[in-house]
């Protein structure tokens, strides 16, 4: 069992920049692909970034390539997403998600994950 605890989201003026971190329980977790989702209000969750578990391979959705950044400190089980440029269209409940997906790359659809964290609220401002 994975638990997942993310941290860092608010509110933030457009243009601005926020790091979110997802904190994960258990030995395993340099084992697992890692990847961020989010939600926004009558919307259904949505691919943000993925990474896989050695760091070496990152994915991104469109909407944020350029701006968002996906890391991983496996000594920390510890993930990451460094948001820069942030639009107010970037406002969300941001969630953290883990696979146990064993391979090199990485996973970008919801039901590749198998834990997910409570999500973390992001809100940018006009």
């Known amino acids: 069992q994975v638990q997942l605890v993310e941290s860092g989201g608010g509110l933030v003026q457009a243009g601005g920049s926020l790091r979110l971190s997802c904190a994960a329980s258990?030995?395993?977790?340099?084992?697992?692909?890692m990847g961020w989702f989010r939600q926004a209000p009558g919307k259904e969750r949505e691919f943000v970034a993925a990474?896989?578990?050695?760091?070496?391979?990152?994915y991104y959705a469109d909407s944020v390539k350029g701006r968002f950044t996906i890391s991983r400190d496996n000594a920390k089980n510890t993930v990451y997403l460094q948001m820069n440029s942030l639009k107010p269209e970037d406002t969300a409940v941001y969630y953290c998600?883990?696979?146990?997906?064993?391979?090199?790359?990485?996973?970008?659809?919801?039901?590749?994950?198998?834990?997910w964290g409570q999500g973390t609220q992001v809100t940018v401002s006009s």
């Open positions: 998600a883990a696979s146990i997906y064993g391979g090199l790359g990485y996973r970008v659809l919801l039901y590749e994950y198998d834990y």
């Open positions: 258990g030995r395993t977790f340099s084992s697992y692909a």
């Open positions: 990474i896989s578990w050695s760091g070496g391979n990152t």
